[in-house]
């Protein structure tokens, strides 16, 4: 059985590594099949994963979900926009690898740590872009939507890494998060939506690790 469950997170492994590169609805979409292969397997053999992967395999799908999601709806628009629109609103770079190197390769993984290695350091990459204004009602709504759900997430990252929580950090951790995200709406909606594309990729980078641990992988 260990040889079947190990062929399965070969599997997610070889996905998860593609994200950085190239991060759009085609790449989620096989991370989210792998996903979905692990969840078939462990609801026949339950007894082959600790609750520990069950857990993170269900964030892990949850996420996948939302943010195809995301990706399809950008692609989609993107679909009547010129070409070099569409580079300058998937452009990743080298931004994107070095966020999630930071970040998995700490020893403690905190909300600051995150927000300072994947947040801080798009925001500054962006800045340097030029962006296309003018981009509609569509993408507006689209980005209100999706910061709703990475706010969300932020949170459950606040309580996933802290053992101990008071409601003095808990004031803390709000001001931080509302202080982001009140800057994030100050920037245009082309600079909002890569930075929500930043922050999914990273998102799944950590919930794929986070399963590939519990899965021993």
């Known amino acids: 059985m260990a040889g079947e469950r190990d062929l399965l ?3 997610l492994r070889a996905k998860a ?6 991060f759009d609805d085609a790449t989620v979409w096989g991370l989210r099949s792998e996903l979905l292969a692990i969840d078939a397997y462990l609801r026949v053999h339950p007894r082959a994963a600790p609750a520990q992967a069950r857990r993170a395999l269900d964030r ?3 996420l996948a979900g939302t943010a195809h999601e995301f990706t399809s709806e950008i692609r989609g628009f993107l679909g009547q926009k010129a070409k070099s629109e569409k580079a300058s609103l998937f452009d990743l770079s080298s931004i994107g690898v070095l966020a999630v190197e930071n970040v998995l390769t ?3 993984i905190t909300l600051p740590r995150i927000l300072m290695s994947a947040l801080s350091e798009a925001l500054m990459f962006l800045a340097s872009r ?4 003018g981009a509609g009602d569509v993408l507006e709504g689209l980005c209100r ?3 709703a759900a990475m706010y969300r997430e932020l949170w ?12 003095k950090d808990v004031k803390e951790i709000q001001a931080a998060v509302d202080g982001f995200f009140g800057r994030l709406e100050a920037a245009n909606v082309e600079v909002r939506i890569a930075i929500l594309r930043q922050f999914y990729a990273l998102l799944l980078m950590l919930r794929t690790s986070e399963l590939l641990e519990a899965l021993g992988g």
Request: aromatic share 6%.
């Open 9 to 11: 997170v070969k599997g």
């Open 17 to 22: 590594a593609s994200i950085p590169d190239r």
């Open 60 to 62: 892990a799908l949850d």
């Open 106 to 108: 700490a020893d403690k």
């Open 130 to 133: 030029q962006y296309v204004s």
């Open 145 to 147: 939507q999706h910061a």
């Open 156 to 167: 459950t990252l606040a309580t996933d890494y802290r053992k101990e929580l008071t409601a």
